[in-house]
């Protein structure tokens, strides 16, 4: 069994920062890419960052300059710094990993989601 746990939302003013943590653990072997998704009220769930075990990086083009993602492969463990907050950022994050079990099989694990509120 694996488990995803994030950590670090917030309510936090416009132009403020939050960091995101998440860490995956269990029966795990390796891990290929790790990374954030959001999802705001009546919107689909979006990408935010995903990171490779190579260290290769995506962004949504609405936080690229803004947002930051950060991994450690050894820990199983991925950040998201968060900078420049707007009011559009406002959502529930959610980590998930994309893992190789011990018993062989590969599937997406998902945390259960931190809310970040950005307001005034």
């Known amino acids: 069994q694996v488990q995803v746990v994030e950590s670090g939302g917030g309510l936090v003013q416009p132009g403020g920062s939050l960091r995101l943590s998440c860490a995956a653990s269990?029966?795990?072997?390796?891990?290929?890419?790790m990374g954030w998704y959001r999802q705001a009220p009546e919107k689909q769930r979006e990408l935010v960052a995903t990171?490779?075990?190579?260290?290769?990086?995506t962004y949504a083009d609405s936080v690229k300059g803004r947002f930051t993602i950060s991994r450690d492969n050894a820990k199983n463990t991925v950040n998201l710094q968060m900078n420049s907050l707007k009011l559009e950022d406002t959502a529930v994050y959610y980590c998930?990993?994309?893992?190789?079990?011990?018993?062989?099989?590969?599937?997406?694990?998902w945390g259960q989601g931190t809310q970040v509120t950005v307001s005034s």
């Open positions: 990171m490779s075990n190579s260290g290769r990086t």
């Open positions: 269990g029966s795990i072997f390796g891990v290929v890419t």
């Open positions: 998930y990993a994309d893992v190789w079990s011990r018993d062989g099989g590969r599937r997406d694990y």
